[in-house]
């Protein structure tokens, strides 16, 4: 079974930094579909960032590109969202989402077949 664990999560003041890991077991992030996608209370979910290395393709949204960086490291088959210079807005539980799937948005909730449990980050401004 597909598991996927995030951490790293918790309360910072804006303009701080955190870094959110994505472990993931029976499952290989490396050349998969990878994203880490948010929700604010009230809100949809969204996409933040998406990463295949088999593709050798990263992509932001605006909202969060010069600020959040996604990596991967194979090793330990665990993916970062390093987040900077967080504001207030930013404030949302942050999911990790996987598949192996194709032929939808990057950012389409329905391309995902796997989802952790998420983790919440909150700002102060």
């Known amino acids: 079974e597909v598991r996927l664990v995030e951490s790293g999560g918790g309360l910072v003041q804006a303009g701080g930094s955190l870094r959110l890991s994505c472990a993931a077991s029976e499952f290989t992030f490396g050349g998969n579909h990878v994203a880490w996608f948010r929700q604010a209370p009230g809100k949809e979910r969204v996409g933040v960032a998406y990463?295949?290395?088999?593709?050798?393709?990263?992509h932001y949204a605006d909202s969060v590109q010069g600020r959040f960086t996604i990596s991967l490291d194979n090793a330990k088959n665990t993916v970062y969202l390093e987040m900077n210079n967080l504001r207030p807005e930013d404030t949302a539980i942050y999911y990790c989402a996987a598949s192996i799937s194709g032929g939808l948005g990057i950012f389409s909730l329905r391309l995902y077949d796997w989802w952790g449990q998420g983790t919440q980050v909150t700002v102060s401004s």
């Open positions: 990463m295949n290395s088999g593709h050798g393709r990263i």
